[in-house]
Antibody, heavy 120, light 110 residues
């Protein structure tokens, strides 16, 4: 079964750091660009970051640029999101998802999401 | 700044047909933006319905279809069912790598 499973969410204070992971199974991660998308409570979906299949290219939303770093380990079939200088407005469910190519559309599956709570 | 526009809400009767649209604050939506549609019910992860304008994702019923209508992308649901009541998000992929999400349309079936 093709699946993405996120982990690493939790409660963190403003200014703190957190690393999210997304483990892929049922397919070869190295064949796909990978995305992080988030959703604040009661709000819509927002693109956070994308990384190319080999990791050479990355892009960040303005809201997280300079604070978040996307990376991947294709040998471990795992995608990461290192989150730093966290703000209250980063509180959200974070989803990982795949795309066939850079700038291509996100396809199924999506992960089930992991909740990041930023609070003092 | 690119803004993707969607109707905030829409209502359809069971068995009816509804067309949701996805536009740009400036300019027209083209197939080169790979317009895609995602469905989300409360508390659930999103599900890909349509990608690259009109390609249905695996397992999506053929009563969901995508197209370009005028200067917008469109998602048409034919024969709406109660479990189609969801939030629908349009996304345009405009070359930066990430997609630009619309604000979503809350569809009510009643």
């Amino acid at each position: 079964e093709v699946q993405l499973v996120e982990s690493g969410g939790g409660l963190v204070q403003p200014g703190g750091s957190l690393r999210l992971s997304c483990v892929a199974s049922g397919f070869t991660l190295s064949s796909y660009a990978m995305h992080w998308v988030r959703q604040a409570p009661g709000k819509g979906l927002e693109s956070v970051s994308v990384i190319s299949s080999n990791g050479d290219s990355t892009y960040y939303a303005n809201s997280v640029k300079g604070r978040f770093t996307i990376s991947r380990d294709n040998l471990k079939n795992t995608l990461y999101l290192q989150m730093g200088s966290l703000r209250l407005e980063d509180l959200a469910v974070y989803y990982c998802a795949r795309a066939d190519f850079w700038s291509g559309p996100i396809r199924d599956p999506w992960g089930q999401g992991t909740l990041v709570t930023v609070s003092s | 700044q690119t803004v993707v526009t969607q109707e905030p809400s829409f209502s359809v009767s069971p068995g009816g047909t509804v067309t949701l649209t996805c536009g740009l604050s400036s300019g027209s939506v083209s197939t080169s933006y790979y317009p895609s549609w995602y469905q989300q019910t409360p508390g659930q992860a999103p599900r890909t319905l349509i990608y690259s304008t009109n390609t249905r994702s695996s397992g999506v019923p053929d009563r969901f279809s995508g197209s370009i209508l005028g200067n917008k992308a469109a998602l048409t649901i034919t024969g709406a069912q109660a479990d189609d009541e969801s939030d629908y998000y349009c996304v345009l992929y405009m070359g930066s790598g990430i997609g630009v999400f619309g604000g979503g349309t809350k569809l009510t079936v009643l």
